[in-house]
C-alpha cells in the first residue's frame, strides 16, 4: 500500500502541472512538458499527448479525450533506457550507456555517450542536467558518479559542458537557478546555476555553486520534484515537502 500510495502522489503531481506553460521542474519546461514529475520517472505528457517509456518501447497515446486514451506510435529502445523528459519539441531519455534525444514523432536524432551508469536526465534553457552513478544496479560499478552539464541549444548535437563529482548521486530537479540532486549518503544537495554566453564563440559556461547552507546531508534521497518553490523529495521510506521560496528552505513535513 506504501509504494501504491506514494506512485499516485506523483502522478498527481503530474496531471496537476497540465496546462501550466512556462514551469521548470523536474519534468516540466520552458515550451514543451505540460506535467511535473520526478527525473525517474517513465511517463510524461506534452500537450494532448501522453508518453511512456518501458524496458523495449517509447510508446505515444493521444489523450485528448483522457477517458480514453489511444495508442499512436510505438518505437524500440536500446535495452537500457531508464527515464524519460520531456523538452520543447523532442524527449530525452536517459539510458545507462548515454543520452538518446528523440522528436515528437518518436525518431531518434541524436545521441550522448557516456561510461556505463544509470542515467536521470532533466532539462530547462537550453540545458541538461545529468547524474550518472555507478552503483550495484549499474552493471557492478563500471560507471561513474558525477553531474554532467550538456549544451542542447542544437538538440542534434548535444556538448557537454560541464562535469562535476559527485558522491552516489540519483534523482535531480531543477527550477530556475536552484538546482537539487539526491546525492546518496551525501544527502541533498543544492546548487546555485549561473549559465554565462560567450557571444564572440558562442559558447555556453555553467558555474554550480555548492550551497551548503541549504542542503541536507541528513536526506538520502531517491528523486526530487522542484516547482515553483515547492520541493517534493522521495526516499525510501516517506515523501516530504520543503519550501525554498527563500533560502534556507523550511521542512514542510512527511506527506500524510
Same mark, same amino acid.
Given at each position: +500500500?506504501?509504494? +501504491?500510495?506514494?506512485?499516485? *502522489?506523483? *502522478?498527481?503531481?503530474?496531471?496537476?502541472?497540465?496546462?501550466?506553460?512556462?514551469?521548470?521542474?523536474?519534468?516540466?519546461?520552458?515550451?514543451?512538458?505540460? #506535467?511535473?514529475? #520526478?527525473?525517474?520517472?517513465?511517463?510524461? *505528457?506534452?500537450?494532448? =499527448?501522453?508518453?511512456?517509456?518501458?524496458?523495449?518501447?517509447?510508446?505515444?497515446?493521444?489523450?485528448?479525450?483522457?477517458?480514453?486514451? +489511444? $495508442?499512436?506510435?510505438?518505437?524500440?529502445?536500446?535495452?537500457?533506457? /531508464?527515464?524519460?523528459?520531456?523538452?520543447?519539441?523532442?524527449?530525452?531519455?536517459?539510458?545507462?550507456?548515454?543520452?538518446?534525444?528523440?522528436?515528437?514523432?518518436?525518431?531518434?536524432?541524436?545521441?550522448?555517450?557516456?561510461?556505463?551508469?544509470?542515467?536521470?536526465?532533466?532539462?530547462?534553457?537550453?540545458?541538461?542536467?545529468?547524474?550518472?552513478?555507478? #552503483?550495484?544496479?549499474?552493471?557492478?560499478?563500471?560507471?561513474? !558518479?558525477?553531474?554532467?552539464?550538456?549544451?542542447?541549444?542544437?538538440?542534434?548535437?548535444?556538448?557537454?559542458?560541464?562535469?562535476?563529482?559527485?558522491?552516489? $548521486?540519483?534523482?535531480?530537479?531543477?527550477?530556475?537557478? !536552484?538546482?537539487?540532486?539526491?546525492?546518496?549518503?551525501?544527502?541533498?544537495?543544492?546548487?546555485?546555476?549561473?549559465?554565462?554566453?560567450?557571444?564572440?564563440?558562442? =559558447?555556453?559556461?555553467?558555474?554550480?555553486?555548492?550551497?551548503?547552507?541549504?542542503?541536507?546531508?541528513?536526506?538520502?534521497?531517491?528523486?526530487?520534484?522542484?516547482? =515553483?518553490?515547492?520541493?517534493?523529495?522521495? !526516499?525510501?521510506?516517506?515523501?516530504? /515537502?520543503?519550501?525554498?521560496?527563500?533560502?534556507? +528552505?523550511?521542512?514542510? #513535513?512527511?506527506?500524510?
Amino acid at each position: +500500500m506504501r509504494q +501504491m500510495y506514494v506512485t499516485m *502522489i506523483f *502522478i498527481a503531481l503530474l496531471v496537476s502541472g497540465c496546462g501550466e506553460a512556462g514551469s521548470s521542474g523536474a519534468s516540466a519546461s520552458d515550451a514543451g512538458a505540460t #506535467g511535473v514529475g #520526478g527525473s525517474r520517472t517513465r511517463f510524461t *505528457i506534452v500537450g494532448n =499527448k501522453l508518453y511512456t517509456l518501458n524496458d523495449r518501447t517509447i510508446n505515444a497515446f493521444d489523450i485528448e479525450d483522457p477517458t480514453l486514451p +489511444m $495508442p499512436e506510435i510505438s518505437q524500440p529502445v536500446p535495452f537500457d533506457a /531508464e527515464t524519460l523528459h520531456a523538452y520543447k519539441n523532442y524527449l530525452y531519455v536517459g539510458a545507462e550507456t548515454g543520452v538518446y534525444i528523440y522528436d515528437q514523432s518518436l525518431d531518434q536524432v541524436a545521441k550522448f555517450t557516456h561510461l556505463r551508469s544509470c542515467d536521470p536526465v532533466v532539462v530547462q534553457d537550453d540545458l541538461a542536467y545529468v547524474t550518472l552513478n555507478s #552503483g550495484n544496479g549499474c552493471h557492478l560499478d563500471s560507471g561513474e !558518479n558525477s553531474l554532467q552539464v550538456l549544451d542542447v541549444k542544437d538538440p542534434l548535437k548535444p556538448v557537454l559542458i560541464k562535469t562535476k563529482n559527485m558522491f552516489s $548521486p540519483s534523482g535531480l530537479g531543477i527550477d530556475g537557478k !536552484n538546482l537539487f540532486v539526491c546525492d546518496g549518503a551525501g544527502g541533498l544537495k543544492l546548487f546555485d546555476v549561473n549559465v554565462t554566453e560567450n557571444n564572440e564563440t558562442n =559558447k555556453t559556461a555553467v558555474a554550480l555553486t555548492f550551497n551548503r547552507a541549504s542542503s541536507r546531508a541528513d536526506i538520502d534521497c531517491y528523486d526530487v520534484i522542484a516547482h =515553483k518553490g515547492l520541493l517534493v523529495v522521495s !526516499n525510501r521510506k516517506d515523501v516530504r /515537502e520543503f519550501d525554498y521560496t527563500h533560502l534556507p +528552505m523550511v521542512d514542510l #513535513g512527511v506527506i500524510q
